[in-house]
RNA sequence: GCCCAGGUGGCGGAAUGGUAGACGCGGCGGACUUAAAAUCCGCUUCCCGCAAGGGAGUGGGGGUUCAAAUCCCUUCCUGGGCACCA
């Protein structure tokens, strides 16, 4: 602990024991019990699931307590919500530490819930713990399995054979989504490939679909994010003549958004891993050839990218025609062209595309104009022109505007066979095979008789056996062990094998929420009426990190399932809050990067309530920012301040001569505070919900010292200060509520209106300015006319010193608020 | 390189066209105390001024407007995302 500020407050009541004894009554009284039969309307606010770790740390409590906060506030505005926790289980780190540790994941893993469990009670959370979920039990992974088997049997689930990056340091394959600039997102190692036999999910087929972001409530971040990464681009698939090689197939396709462009392609690009780079090369240039390709395919992710700056290439030997003019180009291998994208194949076109620009200037290949830009004067151009133009040096479609050029040249296309329009993505397939130990195993056994053969539904779950060696081999742990491997074909019963890999974690993630309706079902992931009911997730709230990774494949199962019949709604998070990170040291704080805060000194010293409402005030929730707990015992003082006033006998104001002003000020500033506190938490501004309810603290100390209200209109007061604050100081809330002779709980009543007409204003202050510089500020009734407030800003001291002697031109007034005086 | 978010007192931040700096931290002064802590009260953007008051001020420059932290252009800086996607 780094401060002073921590030894200053003396406390006026003991959080940990008020704290302490609330939450053993709220679960002893199943206080925030969900019961599917509740009449009130659902809502459901899902905070992401942890990871479990080992200890909760501040950073924890950053991202539950404001969501618990909300699910509080949900729930006092009349909704029956559902507020569930469970954890994220399978994973890495358990086995990675298991590697180091000796001590088994299983066991690593159970132990890290426990204890975060109880860390995350001691939060104060209204979580039914009857609803917890562990993705790393066989009654959770079991419907993963069962869900890979509908999947694989609607033909969304496939085997291939293909280069796969792999991590060296995890020794495993990642998905797309798991390599961040060539790195792994892990442990940052530079990603390699490998040709392996994976499994995929197809989520490509939902591209379009997920491409359609329009009916999310999501941060326009998000949005962005997600449709950038499926990275959708219509354009023309065509094929060039390549019968010249003799090889069976006689074309090879290309693909490209520049349709309009073909008659200036000069050369054309293929990937070095494309099948077809055997076949095409010339015997002279093999050697040349196969050495370009050996490299580019030793190269990682990271070398591949840094060759941004030189584009490196070679020729093939090989030519194939462009049919649309017949000329014949060559062929070459770069690097610059990637086999997952498109056909793997480029049409390259110098002039109108600057890669192919700078290529062909190092090779000095042909550059061909055929979009001439507004004003070309026929020279050579020095970069590649992108724009729109003329068609030029494009036979019949010479004179046309590109933009006509690209629509008739495609038909063109299309009306001779050559090929058609089509889109492409950016996104992949998702790769979910993991050669790892710890995660749900792939339910698919092999036979050399029936080939692949699904795990019989009544034979799930395979379990994962908790004796094998995890130590890391490149293959799965569990090719190792015989007893699981071996196993006989549910076909035709004689010696087959297991599928050894395991399921990225992402699987589990993204149908978690479905299960948390009915986290006990046994016939299935989930209940389907009880998922029907409480979904889709009304408010989901995490941090932007899984914008494309668990928030894609999220959206992906569900819009699966809904085709399957399983569900029938299409999104599953209505509404996303992303939220920002407690950082330490400007890193987000984590256990691996060893910089984390540990919350437990704080409670013990200052309470729960305290830590949460800190959390929460330190700044807009999205925002994020570094740890410092450098205030946090202003809000002990503040908490302190409340405790007192709301236990101050009102009965001492009684007999005391009324003031009316009085009355009706506090009365406007209850229903103004009630406003701003509502409508601030409604838009996740805790930092100024509280703010509001300091204010309002502040006020009604100077109204106890003015006196002239009676003990009704003070103990009101209090009451609705408690209940606005409940949710988000559940504790000392519920011990005031108590205090004050309410009956328990202050969490099941409804939060309190407020009246328009009691929150406005009698008086305002008119702002006075002459030429937009404050002059004056003059207390005003707010029934005031438009001419009043002129004559009386005219008239005010403060114009006056900076009027006389000019001449007054205009005179600008804005009701409620000033009169701008213009004079010259 | 492209896209997104942001830049406001000593600090966290508030204000989304109309009183810049709410609320809190820290600091200063005072009350209480033998003293300290805690607590309570007051002050606290900067500059000039004893004061009244005046001037400057939301990264820099320019613009729109009666009026700009807020809108527009431009530039710098910070954070995040994407990056040979044909």
Redesign the pocket.
């Known amino acids: 602990m780094s401060t002073t ?1 921590m030894r ?3 406390f006026r009541y003991r959080p940990n024991e008020i704290e302490a004894k609330w939450r053993e009554r709220w679960a002893s009284d199943k206080l925030y019990e969900v019961r599917d039969d509740d009449p009130r309307p659902k809502w459901y606010e899902l905070p992401m699931y942890p990871y479990p770790s080992g200890d909760i740390h501040i950073g924890h409590w950053y991202m539950y307590a404001p969501s618990d906060a909300r699910a509080r506030f949900m729930r006092m505005k009349g909704y029956n919500v559902l507020h569930p926790m469970g954890f994220d289980a399978f994973g890495l780190p358990a086995e990675n530490a298991a590697i180091r540790s000796g001590i088994h994941p299983l066991k690593s893993t159970m132990d890290n819930i426990d204890r975060m469990r109880g860390q995350l009670r001691a939060m104060g959370t209204m979580y039914d713990w009857d609803r917890e979920i562990v993705t790393s039990a066989p009654e959770y992974y079991r419907w993963n399995q069962w869900l890979f088997l509908q999947l694989h049997k609607a033909g969304l689930a496939y085997r291939a054979y293909a280069p796969a990056n792999w991590c060296p340091s995890c020794n495993t394959v990642l998905a797309n989504e798991q390599v ?2 060539g790195l792994c997102e892990r442990c940052d190692t530079p990603v390699t490939h490998r040709d392996m036999n994976q499994w995929f999910f197809r989520i490509t087929k939902y591209a379009d679909e997920l491409l359609d972001v329009s009916k999310l409530e999501w941060p ?2 998000i949005r ?2 997600q449709t ?2 499926i ?1 959708r ?1 219509a ?1 023309v698939e065509i094929e060039f003549d390549i019968s010249e090689h003799g090889l069976e197939d006689k074309a090879f396709t290309t ?4 349709i309009d462009t073909i008659y200036g392609a000069t050369f054309v690009v293929i ?1 070095p891993e494309h099948p077809l780079v055997e076949k095409l090369t010339a015997p002279e240039r093999r050697d040349e050839v196969n050495a370009y390709v050996g490299q580019a395919r030793r190269q990682t992710e990271v070398e ?2 840094s ?2 700056k030189e ?1 490196t290439g070679v020729f093939t030997g090989a030519y194939c025609v462009n049919r649309l003019n017949g000329e014949r180009v060559p062929i070459l291998v770069a ?4 086999l997952t ?2 056909t ?1 194949v ?1 049409m390259a076109v110098p002039a109108h ?1 600057q ?1 192919d620009f700078e290529f062909a200037e190092r090779y000095a290949l042909p550059i061909k104009v055929v979009v001439a830009p507004p004003e070309w004067d026929g020279g050579e151009l020095k970069e590649a022109y992108l724009g729109e133009g003329t068609q030029v040096n494009s036979g019949q479609f010479d004179g046309l505007p590109s933009s006509e050029g690209m629509e008739r040249i495609a038909d063109h296309v299309e009306a001779n066979g050559w090929g058609h329009r089509t889109v ?1 993505y ?1 996104l992949r397939d998702w790769l979910i095979s993991r050669q790892r130990y710890w995660g749900t195993p792939i339910p698919i056994i092999y036979c050399d008789e029936c080939g692949e053969v699904p795990v019989p539904q009544e034979d799930l779950p395979v379990l994962l056996p908790e004796d094998a060696e995890f130590l890391p081999t490149g293959d799965s742990p569990l090719a190792l062990h015989e007893g699981f491997v071996n196993v006989e074909c549910p076909n035709c019963s004689r010696p087959a094998r297991r599928e050894t890999d395991t399921m990225d974690t992402f699987v589990d993630s993204s149908w978690y929420f479905l299960r948390y309706a009915s986290p006990q079902y046994s016939d299935g992931p989930f209940d389907p009426q009880a998922a029907k009911q409480w979904n889709p997730v009304d408010q989901y709230t995490g941090g ?1 990190e899984h914008a ?1 990774m668990h928030l894609l494949y999220a959206r992906f199962f569900t819009k699966a399932l809904r085709d399957l019949g399983l569900l029938d709604f299409d999104e599953p998070f209505i509404r996303l809050f992303s939220q920002g990170h407690i950082i330490a040291g400007s890193q987000k704080m984590s256990k691996s990067r060893g910089n984390v805060v540990a919350p437990d000194e704080y409670v013990s010293k200052v309470g729960a309530d305290v830590v949460r409402c800190y959390l929460m ?4 929730w999205d ?1 994020g ?1 570094e740890w410092s707990d ?2 946090i ?3 002990a ?2 908490m ?2 409340v405790w007192e006033l709301a236990q101050r006998d009102a009965r001492a104001l009684d007999g005391l001569p009324q003031d009316t002003d009085a009355l009706r000020d506090m009365s406007r500033t209850v229903h103004k505070t009630i406003r701003r506190v509502v409508s601030d938490i409604e838009r996740f ?1 805790f ?2 919900a ?2 509001a309810l ?2 309002f603290s ?1 006020t009604l ?1 100077r109204v106890w010292e003015r006196k002239g209200i009676d003990s009704g209109g003070w103990n009101d007061a209090v009451e609705k200060m408690l209940l606005l604050l409940a949710p988000m100081a559940p504790h000392i809330s519920e011990e005031l509520w108590e205090r004050t002779g309410h009956a328990f709980s202050i969490h099941d009543q409804t939060l309190p209106q407020w009246d328009p007409a009691l929150a406005a204003d009698e008086v305002f ?1 008119l ?1 006075v ?1 002459v ?5 004056d ?1 003059i207390e005003v009734p707010v029934s005031i006319t438009e001419e009043e407030a002129r004559n009386v800003a005219l008239e005010s001291a ?1 114009a006056q ?1 900076h009027i006389s002697g000019k001449a007054v031109a ?1 005179v ?1 007034y ?1 009701p409620g ?2 009169v ?1 005086i ?1 004079a010259s």
Do not use: H
């Open positions: 500020a200053t407050t003396e961040i600039e326009e971040k962005i994010m950038n990464w990275g681009s354009g693909f490209t958004t520049r990937a591949r990218l060759t941004e584009k690097d610059y062209v990637l994208y498109g793997g480029v595309d890669r492409n950016r932007v494309v005030f330190l700044g807009p925002q920012g450098s205030g015992n202003g809000m003082r503040w302190n301040r501004k930092n100024t509280l703010a300091m204010e502040n100390n202050t702002v300015q030429n937009g510089r404050l002059r500020r403060g010193q205009r600008i804005v608020k000033l701008n213009v």
